[in-house]
């Protein structure tokens, strides 16, 4: 059984190194934003351009703001930082040597059981 490494655990999304799934899915946000603004939106006219424009953009906001909030979170199972009660039922994850929750799952990811 490996030994905990409590430190290489990360934080967020935003914890370095940064991986290649959130850097790809990154690139293809602004890249849909990019295609849309410089690609399709010149080539609507009409009243129905504005207001395509109008729910685009809203669209957009609402993704990357949602995006910035999931990704600032610290998906950690809370069993991993406080020691469960005794009559709880819980699991033992042998790679963070820690009690979690019975739907908890190891993440290679970040390092944690999630």
């Avoid at 030994?3 to 799934?21: G, H, K, T, Y």
């Avoid at 293809?28 to 609507?44: E, M, T």
């Avoid at 949602?66 to 699991?91: N, Q």
Wanted: glycine share 4%; with cysteine.
């Amino acid at each position: 059984m490996p030994p905990p490494v409590e430190d290489s655990r990360r934080v967020n999304a935003w914890s370095l190194p940064i991986c290649c799934r959130f850097v790809f899915t990154m690139g293809v946000f602004f890249a849909n934003a990019a295609v849309f603004f410089a690609l399709l939106f010149p080539l609507l006219r009409g009243a129905a351009a504005w207001g395509l424009l109008a729910a685009f953009s809203a669209s957009l906001a609402a993704t990357g703001l949602a995006g910035l909030r999931v990704t600032a979170v610290d998906p950690i199972d809370p069993m991993v930082v406080e020691k469960p009660r005794p009559a709880e039922e819980c699991l033992h994850c042998r790679y963070c040597a820690s009690d979690v929750q019975l739907d908890s799952k190891h993440c290679w990811e970040c390092n944690k059981c999630v």
